[in-house]
């Protein structure tokens, strides 16, 4: 059943569903709001859908702090109305993954009210990572760990004792070595399991385990969030982690034909490949796409590298090129026309790999990063690195549905959480949908082709010979053939029938900047 399992080849869509559609007018998108746009994820092909948290949640980190992991916030709607969201999803034949964050909780998580309540050594506490400071007043942090948005992993509370938080301080890290940390997480898959989700997105999938004694880490003048390349970074990718994905696969096997993608950030093959084994997770993210930019010595590599990495497991890979962590790849190769012009050649690879594909809502329009001014920002790297980095709002601005002014059909507020440019009138989907030459038209096209044609049979790949700058390959199943063209000059094309291009062709000639799919 694994072999033929519905993921393995199916293409995801990332609703971050803040920013998605709004049904009730208060700026927000919500649940509500995506099963209104149900029409337009099946007239665009996807197959299933990734909702980003959208559970109980101050939103110190739009909702990647979970103060109730079984329970909708009312920002977003409620529980029947994941229900009937669900329930219309499938009617589509689309089917619906959830996100799970069991690194941290929120700190407004009544286990960490009752942890900062019930004082230091009990076992409130111990379901957290408290510990009394370095230093003879205890006044330095228990070690040198920094959080991945900067600043030091730790905060100390009133009565001394600080806590680790690889993320913001309003996310504690949970202790998985406690027994009711794991039942828990047992009782939240179950809980959606039974609700008929199709599946989950493990959020920091590598993290949860820590090493025993939490050595310091070898500082090195790194952005944060970048893992280093040799030396092993004690927050993350420990051992225990994988006991942890066991039992959460041990769950989902009682329910047959689900799913679950890891977020791990590791760079090392096998120890990538370790999450993927067959007791473990189904898939990982790849995000070798996302780093090697419009290049294509550099995005064959990634490409080889990753289906490389996978491959002794047997699992496909998991392709993305934007998620609501990155800036959106139109801006990524160079914005403007240019950009757009890039990331249709991109989009053109991307979905002629073998595997599984994760789109980011909005890249189908052909959004570009926003630069949002001051005033706008709420992401917490933006204050965490005191005003040093711009944060991860620019790919988060509200989807353009239709019209010519903010905010687009997204909402029937005046204005919504984040602020859209008042030029995104050409971006909206009804703009997009009746035009041949738009970015969304080349998604649907692709998208369909995907689907239908026999020519994307098969998982492994054949590298021809191309001028420098250029690639091209061949699906060794189905015969497909995908050219990109990265360098400043026109060059000749493998041999076949263009079945799409990303971009007019000079003549019988691909052009710069431009991909090509050859039957
Ligand atoms: O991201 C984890 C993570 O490691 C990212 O923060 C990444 O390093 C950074 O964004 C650089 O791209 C996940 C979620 O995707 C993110 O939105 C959350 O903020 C984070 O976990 C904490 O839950």
Redesign the pocket.
């Known amino acids: 059943a694994e072999e033929t399992a519905w993921w393995r080849d199916s293409v995801f869509y990332q609703v971050y569903v803040r920013s998605f559609a709004d049904s009730n007018g208060d700026g927000v998108g919500d649940l509500e709001g995506i099963r209104s746009r149900l029409g337009y994820l099946e007239l665009l092909g996807v197959d299933a859908l990734w909702l980003t948290p959208f559970y109980r949640s101050p939103m110190a ?1 739009h909702g ?2 979970v103060a109730d992991p079984r329970d909708v916030d009312p920002l977003f709607g409620d529980l029947a109305a994941f229900d009937r969201l669900v329930a219309d999803a499938h009617e589509h034949n689309i089917r619906v993954t959830v996100d799970l ?1 069991p ?2 909780t929120s700190d407004l998580h009544e286990w960490f009210q009752e942890a900062l309540q019930a004082g230091p050594g009990s076992m409130e506490r111990s379901r957290y990572i408290f510990r009394e400071g370095r230093g003879f007043d205890g006044s330095q942090p228990p070690n040198n760990w920094t959080s ?2 900067g600043g030091p992993a730790w905060t100390r509370v009133p009565d001394g004792q600080w806590y680790l938080h690889l ?1 913001a301080p309003e ?1 504690p890290d949970l202790n998985w070595e406690h027994p009711e940390v794991r039942s828990d997480l047992e009782r939240t898959l179950r809980f959606w399991l039974d609700r008929g989700v199709d599946g989950f997105r493990i ?2 999938a590598h993290g949860m385990a820590k090493p025993d004694g939490l050595p310091d880490m070898e500082i090195r003048h790194q952005a944060p ?1 970048v893992l280093s390349d040799d030396a092993h970074d004690p927050r993350f990718d420990n051992d225990g982690v994988h006991e942890i994905h066991r039992m959460i696969r041990k769950v989902m096997d009682g329910y047959p034909g689900t799913m679950a993608v890891g ?1 791990i ?1 590791v760079k090392d093959d096998e120890r990538f490949a370790a999450y993927v084994r067959p007791d473990e997770l189904h898939l990982g993210f790849n995000f070798r796409l996302v780093e090697a930019g419009f290049d294509a010595d550099a995005v064959r590599s990634a490409i080889e590298h990753s289906l490389a990495a996978v491959a002794p497991s047997g699992t496909p890979a998991a392709w993305t090129l934007s ?4 800036v959106r790849h139109v801006t990524r190769y160079g914005g403007g026309a240019l950009g757009e012009q890039r990331a249709r050649a991109m989009t053109l690879v991307e979905l002629a790999l073998p595997g599984v594909i994760y789109l980011y809502n909005g890249e189908e329009l052909g959004l570009p990063n926003v630069e949002l001014p001051d005033w706008a920002l709420q992401d917490p790297t933006w204050e965490r690195s005191g005003h040093t980095e711009r944060g ?1 709002d620019g790919c988060r601005v509200p989807i353009p549905w239709e019209g010519t002014t903010p905010p687009f059909g997204f909402s029937t507020a005046v204005s919504t959480w984040l602020p859209q440019p008042n030029e995104w009138g050409h971006l909206t989907a009804e703009a997009q949908l009746e035009d041949p030459g738009s970015m969304l038209s080349l998604y649907r096209e692709a998208l369909e082709h995907r689907k239908s044609n026999a020519g994307f049979a098969g998982d492994e790949l054949e590298w021809y010979g191309a001028p420098a700058g250029c690639f091209a390959f061949r699906r060794k199943g189905g015969g497909l053939i995908c050219a990109l063209n990265t360098s400043g000059a026109s060059v000749p094309l493998p041999p076949g029938q263009v079945l799409l291009s990303s971009g007019p062709m000079d003549g019988d000639q691909l052009p710069p900047d431009t991909a090509v799919w050859l039957v």
């Open positions: 980190d990647y702090d964050v690194n941290h991945v948005f993320f996310q959020d920091v969030g977020e950030w998620n609501h962590d990155v991860r």
